[in-house]
Protein backbone atom coordinates (compact mmCIF):
# COMPACT_ATOMS: atom_id res chain seq x y z
CA UNK A 1 0.00 0.00 0.00
CA UNK A 2 1.19 3.35 -0.41
CA UNK A 3 3.10 4.95 2.05
CA UNK A 4 3.00 8.04 3.75
CA UNK A 5 3.15 11.15 1.32
CA UNK A 6 3.94 15.01 2.69
CA UNK A 7 3.34 17.84 0.33
CA UNK A 8 5.16 19.83 -0.84
CA UNK A 9 8.40 18.32 -0.80
CA UNK A 10 10.15 21.53 -0.99
CA UNK A 11 9.35 25.15 0.19
CA UNK A 12 10.86 28.88 0.21
CA UNK A 13 9.24 31.24 2.10
CA UNK A 14 11.02 35.11 3.76
CA UNK A 15 10.52 35.81 7.09
CA UNK A 16 7.44 36.91 8.08
CA UNK A 17 5.08 34.63 5.97
CA UNK A 18 3.17 31.87 6.64
CA UNK A 19 3.25 28.01 5.33
CA UNK A 20 0.46 25.21 5.54
CA UNK A 21 2.42 21.88 5.04
CA UNK A 22 0.05 18.46 4.03
CA UNK A 23 0.52 15.28 5.27
CA UNK A 24 -1.31 11.81 3.93
CA UNK A 25 -1.36 9.36 5.81
CA UNK A 26 -1.35 5.28 4.99
CA UNK A 27 -4.80 4.34 4.62
CA UNK A 28 -6.71 2.94 7.51
CA UNK A 29 -4.44 5.06 9.94
CA UNK A 30 -5.99 7.24 12.29
CA UNK A 31 -2.75 9.08 13.95
CA UNK A 32 -0.47 11.85 12.70
CA UNK A 33 2.19 13.16 14.19
CA UNK A 34 4.73 15.78 12.99
CA UNK A 35 8.37 16.31 13.77
CA UNK A 36 10.57 19.51 13.38
CA UNK A 37 14.37 17.90 12.15
CA UNK A 38 17.22 20.34 12.33
CA UNK A 39 20.95 19.71 12.66
CA UNK A 40 20.64 21.43 15.75
CA UNK A 41 18.08 20.41 18.09
CA UNK A 42 17.13 17.30 15.69
CA UNK A 43 14.34 15.32 16.01
CA UNK A 44 11.60 17.63 17.95
CA UNK A 45 7.71 16.33 18.63
CA UNK A 46 5.54 18.85 17.34
CA UNK A 47 2.16 17.62 17.55
CA UNK A 48 -0.12 14.54 17.17
CA UNK A 49 -3.37 14.00 16.19
CA UNK A 50 -6.07 10.89 16.71
CA UNK A 51 -9.48 11.47 14.82
CA UNK A 52 -9.39 14.67 14.45
CA UNK A 53 -8.56 16.10 17.90
CA UNK A 54 -4.98 16.93 19.33
CA UNK A 55 -3.51 14.19 21.46
CA UNK A 56 -0.28 15.64 21.75
CA UNK A 57 1.28 19.22 21.63
CA UNK A 58 5.27 19.59 21.91
CA UNK A 59 7.27 22.92 23.17
CA UNK A 60 6.73 25.21 20.31
CA UNK A 61 5.32 28.46 19.96
CA UNK A 62 1.28 29.32 18.98
CA UNK A 63 2.61 30.25 15.59
CA UNK A 64 2.51 26.61 14.99
CA UNK A 65 -1.03 25.07 14.68
CA UNK A 66 -1.79 22.22 13.03
CA UNK A 67 -5.03 20.40 12.48
CA UNK A 68 -6.44 16.76 11.01
CA UNK A 69 -9.17 16.22 8.81
CA UNK A 70 -12.15 13.27 9.11
CA UNK A 71 -9.93 11.27 6.02
CA UNK A 72 -7.09 11.57 8.74
CA UNK A 73 -5.66 13.88 6.62
CA UNK A 74 -3.45 16.84 8.08
CA UNK A 75 -2.08 19.93 7.65
CA UNK A 76 0.49 22.02 10.22
CA UNK A 77 0.54 25.88 9.83
CA UNK A 78 3.63 28.06 10.71
CA UNK A 79 2.46 31.95 10.48
CA UNK A 80 4.54 35.14 10.89
CA UNK A 81 7.76 32.62 9.47
CA UNK A 82 11.42 32.85 11.47
CA UNK A 83 14.89 31.71 9.82
CA UNK A 84 14.75 29.84 12.74
CA UNK A 85 11.84 28.00 11.05
CA UNK A 86 13.92 26.60 8.15
CA UNK A 87 13.79 22.77 8.94
CA UNK A 88 13.04 19.22 7.15
CA UNK A 89 9.11 18.84 8.49
CA UNK A 90 8.35 15.02 8.96
CA UNK A 91 4.88 13.49 9.51
CA UNK A 92 4.56 9.88 10.55
CA UNK A 93 1.23 7.91 10.90
CA UNK A 94 -0.27 4.98 12.50
CA UNK A 95 -3.16 2.69 13.35
CA UNK A 96 -3.02 5.10 16.41
CA UNK A 97 -4.54 2.78 19.20
CA UNK A 98 -0.79 2.43 21.16
CA UNK A 99 2.32 3.25 21.07
CA UNK A 100 2.88 -0.85 19.80
CA UNK A 101 1.35 0.82 16.36
CA UNK A 102 5.06 0.96 14.49
CA UNK A 103 5.00 4.52 12.79
CA UNK A 104 5.68 4.84 9.06
CA UNK A 105 7.44 8.61 8.61
CA UNK A 106 6.92 10.47 5.30
CA UNK A 107 9.96 11.89 3.38
CA UNK A 108 9.64 15.17 4.77
CA UNK A 109 9.22 19.06 3.28
CA UNK A 110 12.55 20.99 3.63
CA UNK A 111 11.35 24.46 4.56
CA UNK A 112 13.79 27.21 3.85
CA UNK A 113 13.14 30.78 5.60
CA UNK A 114 14.86 33.50 3.91
CA UNK B 1 12.15 15.76 32.22
CA UNK B 2 12.03 13.34 30.11
CA UNK B 3 15.27 13.10 27.78
CA UNK B 4 17.37 10.58 25.04
CA UNK B 5 20.91 10.74 24.81
CA UNK B 6 23.11 9.65 22.72
CA UNK B 7 26.94 10.20 23.39
CA UNK B 8 28.21 9.53 20.11
CA UNK B 9 28.02 11.60 16.79
CA UNK B 10 29.72 8.86 14.86
CA UNK B 11 30.91 5.73 15.17
CA UNK B 12 33.09 3.88 12.35
CA UNK B 13 34.00 0.01 12.31
CA UNK B 14 35.25 -2.38 10.02
CA UNK B 15 32.89 -5.39 8.46
CA UNK B 16 33.09 -7.76 10.74
CA UNK B 17 33.45 -5.99 13.41
CA UNK B 18 31.13 -5.84 16.75
CA UNK B 19 28.95 -2.98 16.95
CA UNK B 20 27.28 -0.61 20.11
CA UNK B 21 25.60 2.30 19.74
CA UNK B 22 24.67 3.73 23.44
CA UNK B 23 21.25 4.86 24.32
CA UNK B 24 20.52 6.39 27.82
CA UNK B 25 17.56 8.08 28.74
CA UNK B 26 15.99 9.55 31.72
CA UNK B 27 12.44 9.24 32.50
CA UNK B 28 10.58 8.52 35.82
CA UNK B 29 8.05 6.19 34.49
CA UNK B 30 8.03 2.79 32.55
CA UNK B 31 9.18 4.20 28.93
CA UNK B 32 8.72 2.27 25.82
CA UNK B 33 12.35 2.54 23.94
CA UNK B 34 12.88 2.04 20.03
CA UNK B 35 15.41 2.20 17.57
CA UNK B 36 14.95 4.15 14.39
CA UNK B 37 17.33 3.80 11.13
CA UNK B 38 17.73 6.20 8.29
CA UNK B 39 19.51 4.94 5.24
CA UNK B 40 20.50 7.01 2.66
CA UNK B 41 18.49 9.04 0.82
CA UNK B 42 15.49 6.85 2.54
CA UNK B 43 12.70 7.30 5.39
CA UNK B 44 13.25 7.45 8.90
CA UNK B 45 11.88 3.36 9.58
CA UNK B 46 11.31 1.83 13.19
CA UNK B 47 14.67 -0.80 13.67
CA UNK B 48 12.93 -2.46 16.79
CA UNK B 49 11.24 -1.93 20.02
CA UNK B 50 12.39 -3.20 23.41
CA UNK B 51 8.64 -5.04 24.10
CA UNK B 52 9.07 -6.97 21.46
CA UNK B 53 12.47 -8.36 22.61
CA UNK B 54 13.39 -9.28 18.87
CA UNK B 55 16.08 -9.60 16.77
CA UNK B 56 15.83 -7.28 13.63
CA UNK B 57 19.04 -7.88 10.75
CA UNK B 58 21.06 -9.24 13.45
CA UNK B 59 20.66 -6.53 15.97
CA UNK B 60 19.33 -6.45 19.85
CA UNK B 61 18.81 -4.14 22.10
CA UNK B 62 18.01 -4.42 26.06
CA UNK B 63 16.23 -2.42 28.30
CA UNK B 64 18.80 -1.86 31.42
CA UNK B 65 16.59 -0.23 33.81
CA UNK B 66 19.03 0.12 36.11
CA UNK B 67 21.39 2.02 33.98
CA UNK B 68 18.51 3.32 32.16
CA UNK B 69 20.25 2.22 28.99
CA UNK B 70 18.63 0.90 26.02
CA UNK B 71 22.15 -0.01 23.67
CA UNK B 72 22.16 -1.27 20.48
CA UNK B 73 23.90 -4.31 19.23
CA UNK B 74 25.29 -6.24 16.98
CA UNK B 75 28.14 -8.98 16.35
CA UNK B 76 29.31 -9.02 13.17
CA UNK B 77 28.50 -5.42 11.29
CA UNK B 78 27.80 -5.28 7.72
CA UNK B 79 28.68 -2.29 4.99
CA UNK B 80 25.00 -2.57 4.60
CA UNK B 81 24.48 -1.48 8.17
CA UNK B 82 25.83 2.12 7.72
CA UNK B 83 22.93 4.57 8.17
CA UNK B 84 21.55 7.20 11.10
CA UNK B 85 20.54 5.83 13.83
CA UNK B 86 17.85 7.34 16.23
CA UNK B 87 16.81 5.93 19.93
CA UNK B 88 13.55 6.79 21.06
CA UNK B 89 11.59 7.00 24.06
CA UNK B 90 7.69 7.32 24.17
CA UNK B 91 6.62 8.06 27.87
CA UNK B 92 2.65 6.08 27.64
CA UNK B 93 1.16 4.03 25.56
CA UNK B 94 -1.74 5.80 24.62
CA UNK B 95 0.30 8.52 22.17
CA UNK B 96 2.51 8.20 19.68
CA UNK B 97 4.67 11.30 20.73
CA UNK B 98 8.32 10.30 20.50
CA UNK B 99 11.33 11.60 22.13
CA UNK B 100 14.29 11.10 20.33
CA UNK B 101 18.17 11.21 20.66
CA UNK B 102 20.15 13.40 18.72
CA UNK B 103 21.45 10.52 16.61
CA UNK B 104 24.59 8.24 15.61
CA UNK B 105 26.33 7.89 12.28
CA UNK B 106 27.25 4.40 11.94
CA UNK B 107 29.82 4.37 8.94
CA UNK B 108 30.77 0.38 8.15
CA UNK B 109 33.93 -0.19 5.98
CA UNK B 110 34.63 -2.98 3.98
Known amino acids: KAGVTQTPRYLIKTRGQQVTLSCSPISGHRSVSWYQQTPGQGLQFLFEYFSETQRNKGNFPGRFSGRQFSNSRSEMNVSTLELGDSALYLC?????????????FGPGTRLTVL | AQRVTQPEKLLSVFKGAPVELKCNYS??????LFWYVQYSRQRLQLLLRHISRESIKGFTADLNKGETSFHLKKPFAQEEDSAMYYC????????????FGTGTRLQVFP
Open chain 2, 27 to 32: YSGSPE
Open chain 1, 92 to 104: ASSLGFNSYNEQF
Open chain 2, 88 to 99: ALSEARDTDKLI
